[in-house]
T-cell receptor
Framework: DAGVIQSPRHEVTEMGQEVTLRCKPI?????LFWYRQTMMRGLELLIY????????DSGMPEDRFSAKMPNASFSTLKIQPSEPRDSAVYFC?????????????FGEGSRLTVL | ELKVEQNPLFLSMQEGKNYTIYCNYS?????LYWYRQDPGKSLESLFV?????AVKQEGRLMASLDTKARLSTLHITAAVHDLSATYFC?????????????FGKGTHLIIQP
């Protein structure tokens, strides 16, 4: 089975530009999570969806960040305008609720550098 | 707010030695997860501990969970260089995991020959 697929793997952009990160969860998984990883703050949950519906976006740092999940197999995380402090690795993860393990499966991450 | 604390955060050890990483969490939960991350890579699930007293072992790694003490341990036996990585524990908190996991800061483990 294919795992969680993220793109792009690396993105370098200039401050003020729009950035869009993409995620395809594992087929059959109905919850999707966006995490951000930095040295200073570790892994932070930004937002999660259940059955394509955003449930909790309290981790989204600012209004510059937005996320969508138009269908069960695709989600985007958008930053507009981007700032240097947004530089981080952004991970997407999915799980299938109802399974006893509750195990999260992570994508390879998108490393964002904002100059 | 759920807090997950790991210690130590950095650990340098020699091959062949034993060591334990500790994970404390602040909110009652009956499960705990351990992940491994290699530099520049994703998080790979190592252990899923689903009940009090759960113990799981794979190779030189053994994880255990004490839900009463809100403590999990990851024990490394006779360390080898290939185990060098960052290890994270994560707790689901009261949501049981459906609303995501809260991660510790990670333990950066270096195993030297």
């Amino acid at each position: 089975d294919a795992g969680v697929i993220q793109s792009p793997r690396h993105e370098v952009t200039e401050m003020g530009q729009e950035v869009t990160l993409r995620c395809k969860p594992i087929s059959g998984h109905n919850s999707l999570f966006w995490y951000r990883q930095t040295m200073m703050r570790g892994l932070e949950l930004l937002i999660y969806f259940n059955n394509n519906v955003p449930i909790d976006d309290s981790g989204m740092p600012e209004d510059r960040f937005s996320a969508k999940m138009p269908n069960a197999s695709f989600s985007t995380l958008k930053i507009q305008p981007s700032e240097p402090r947004d530089s981080a690795v952004y991970f997407c993860a999915s799980l299938r609720t109802g399974l006893s393990s509750g195990e999260l499966f992570f994508g390879e991450g998108s490393r964002l550098t904002v100059l | 707010e759920l807090k997950v604390e790991q210690n130590p955060l950095f650990l340098s050890m020699q091959e062949g030695k034993n060591y334990t990483i500790y994970c404390n969490y602040s909110t009652t939960s009956d499960r705990l997860y351990w992940y491994r991350q290699d530099p520049g890579k994703s998080l790979e699930s190592l252990f899923v501990l689903l009940s009090n007293g759960a113990v799981k072992q794979e190779g030189r790694l053994m994880a255990s969970l004490d839900t009463k003490a809100r403590l999990s341990t990851l024990h490394i036996t006779a360390a080898v260089h290939d185990l060098s990585a960052t290890y994270f524990c994560a707790s689901p908190g009261v949501g049981g995991g459906a609303d995501g996991l809260t991660f510790g800061k990670g333990t950066h483990l270096i195993i030297q020959p």
